[in-house]
């Protein structure tokens, strides 16, 4: 399918950008969620701004305790990263089986998490990783907690001037960690996705993609988890989806089984 006619901006830093989307423009990284969403008129934004070519967006770094993940990295670049999977191996895991070679080399984290698809990959991860999503406005940098950063069905609580910058996570080296998926298989996306931190106190963190409209952490079966409880259920009190890929029933029934998969790969 063919789009609208756009104005295309390239920006040559983050400054630069918050200014373009100051003026209306929409960040354009990888393309591999933004584009087709124009394609099929879910979206029309009048202006792209490639945001793509931004160098300080594309660096993995480690500060103090921290590891920091540029927007602008690629799933590929953070699937083979040496640091990523040193600090947070989930985020190297989960990254490596997002799409297929051509989505992993152009996609972005930043892309995937401001894009903000129920059944992406990233959401379930960062919010396991209890992560902060960092932005760029023309007010100024502000850090949003990865719980309060998913705000309903693609929405973020993004403003229109902002650009994400970079991910920070705490370095969770001596943690077990895992993201498992029912992958939709044309797609890849998650019909159910679930990750699972558990530190080395012993403590549970569970958070889903793919389940509900919304990417959530499971606070429900986290509860039933460090209350000493060896399994939980996963998804109590959520409103689960149900479309032509997979009904409500069979989602919950995955959401089960997948927690599961998933608590028995950091026992």
């Known amino acids: 399918m063919i789009t609208y006619p756009f104005q295309y901006k390239r920006a040559d830093s983050v400054a630069d950008a918050v200014a373009m989307l100051g003026e209306g423009g929409k960040a354009l990284s990888g393309g591999h969620s933004l584009i087709p ?85 990233w959401p379930a991860m960062v919010l396991a990783a209890d992560a902060t999503i960092v932005v760029q406005g023309a007010n100024g940098s502000r850090s949003i907690a990865a719980s309060d950063f998913f705000t309903g069905l693609f929405s973020t609580a993004l403003e229109d001037d902002e650009l994400i910058t970079a991910i920070r996570v705490s370095s969770q080296a001596d943690a077990k960690m895992t993201y498992q998926k029912f992958a939709q298989p044309a797609s890849r996306y998650a019909l159910v996705g679930c990750a699972v931190v558990k530190s080395a106190d012993g403590s549970v963190r569970v958070a889903f993609s793919g389940v509900s409209d919304t990417p959530f952490r499971d606070s429900a079966a986290e509860s039933q988890l460090n209350g000493g409880a060896s399994s939980a259920n996963a998804a109590s009190g959520q409103s689960i989806m149900s479309d032509h890929f997979a009904t409500e ?12 998969r998933a608590l028995a790969a950091v026992a």
Do not use: C, W
């Not at 490639?50 to 602008?72: F, M, P, Q, S, Y």
């Open 37 to 121: 969403s124009m394609k099929l008129r879910l979206n029309a934004p009048d202006t792209l701004v490639d945001v793509g070519r931004i160098a300080e967006l594309k660096t993995i770094t480690v500060d103090g305790n921290d590891l920091v993940i540029g927007a602008g990295a690629t799933h590929g670049q953070i699937a083979s990263s040496s640091v990523v999977k040193q600090h947070v191996p989930m985020f190297a895991e989960g990254a490596a089986h997002i799409g297929d070679p051509s989505v992993r080399n152009r996609g972005t984290i930043g892309g995937s998490l401001a894009h903000a698809d129920p059944s992406a990959d």
């Open 249 to 260: 029933e069979y989602r919950r029934h995955l959401a089960n089984v997948y927690l599961k």
